[in-house]
């Protein structure tokens, strides 16, 4: 059971730094390119709510697991 515990945790680091790098490259993108930025900032936005509901999803799922463990 640690060793599940153990991949989670990690899971859900690599997701918020995936979710980091993915919003600081779509900001240098539209630094870069002028003409593309609306389609980065767009990118940049959906990587943040992606960031959002993974968190969410993980919370509850701590709750779930806190309240029947």
């Known amino acids: 059971m640690d060793l599940l515990k153990e991949m989670a945790d990690a899971l859900i680091v ?3 730094i995936g979710v980091l790098m993915r919003v600081i490259f779509c ?3 539209m630094a870069s390119n002028e003409e593309e930025a609306g ?3 767009k990118r940049a936005k959906h990587a943040v709510v992606f960031y959002i ?3 969410s999803i993980w919370l509850i799922r701590d709750l779930v697991l ?3 463990a």
């Open 27 to 29: 900001f240098i993108k």
């Open 66 to 68: 806190g309240y029947y």
């Open 14 to 16: 690599i997701i918020r």
């Open 39 to 41: 389609m980065h900032k």
């Open 53 to 55: 509901l993974a968190e």
